[in-house]
């Protein structure tokens, strides 16, 4: 069993839906968890973190975490084309060095007019 | 602001030689950075960590021999890829802590590996 697990996709959306992007992971102990958007042949960037259970929100971002059933959620609203990208899921294991993380392999958004 | 650069941005090199690839922090003192690999399609594989003044922590798979990190500087690590081989060509990122205790990292552009 991978420790991150993300759909590979392609997730397709129309421009002015909502985007919601999956992960689940496998530590229970896991403490932190990223979302970070990759496009094609650049570095990731860092789009929002989230360390509690609930929703936390920036701009047109949600991310929502479940510790009990173990996945991290990502919602983007009034998708725009500008947002096609590969999407990252990161978790930092209980185990194994407090600043380490783990990716899931991604999920390749493309939201098209 | 949390800026991390790389150096080079890419680099094709001939089968045998050896690479090496810079990361700085411009304006934080880094003591953590990460060296990660992507192959095309694939998520980012941590490497190694790498912790100022002194020996880096590699994942289970990564030769150390090949992959030598040096970390001198609270601003600067490097990777060298010794003896490459068509098969590590890849994108080397790395990235870098700003703050004690956090886990929140910043990337650096990347290096392109091509070996010939």
């Known amino acids: 069993q991978k420790e991150v697990e993300q759909n590979s996709g392609p997730l397709s959306v129309p421009e002015g839906a909502i985007a919601s992007l999956n992960c689940t992971y496998s530590?229970?102990?896991?403490?932190?968890f990223f979302w970070y958007r990759q496009y094609s042949g650049k570095s990731p960037e860092l789009i929002m973190f989230?360390?509690?259970?609930g929703d936390k929100e920036d701009g047109r971002f949600t991310a929502q975490l479940n510790k009990a059933s173990q996945y991290v959620s990502l919602l983007i609203r009034d998708s725009q084309p500008s947002d096609s990208a590969t999407y990252l899921c990161?978790?930092?294991?209980?185990?194994?060095?407090?600043?380490?993380?783990?990716f899931g392999a991604g999920t390749r958004l493309a939201v098209h007019p | 602001g949390a800026v991390v650069s790389q150096h080079p941005s890419w680099v094709i090199c001939k089968s045998g030689t050896s690479v090496k690839i810079e990361c700085r922090s411009l304006?934080?003192?880094?003591?953590?950075m990460f060296w990660y690999r992507q192959f095309p399609k694939q998520s980012l594989m941590l490497m190694a960590t790498?912790?100022?003044?002194?020996?880096?922590?590699?994942e289970q798979g990564v030769e150390k021999d090949k992959f030598l990190i040096n970390h001198a500087s609270l601003t600067l690590s490097t990777l060298t890829v010794t003896s490459a081989h068509p098969e590590d060509s890849s994108f080397y990122i790395c990235?870098?802590?700003?703050?004690?205790?956090?886990?929140?990292?910043?990337f650096g552009p990347g290096t392109r590996l091509t070996v010939l």
């Open positions: 990235s870098a802590i700003r703050d004690r205790g956090s886990n929140e990292q910043f």
């Open positions: 530590d229970r102990g896991s403490q932190s």
């Open positions: 989230i360390y509690s259970n």
């Open positions: 990161a978790v930092s294991p209980f185990s194994g060095g407090y600043n380490k993380l783990i």
């Open positions: 304006d934080f003192q880094a003591t953590t």
């Open positions: 790498s912790n100022e003044g002194s020996k880096a922590t590699y």
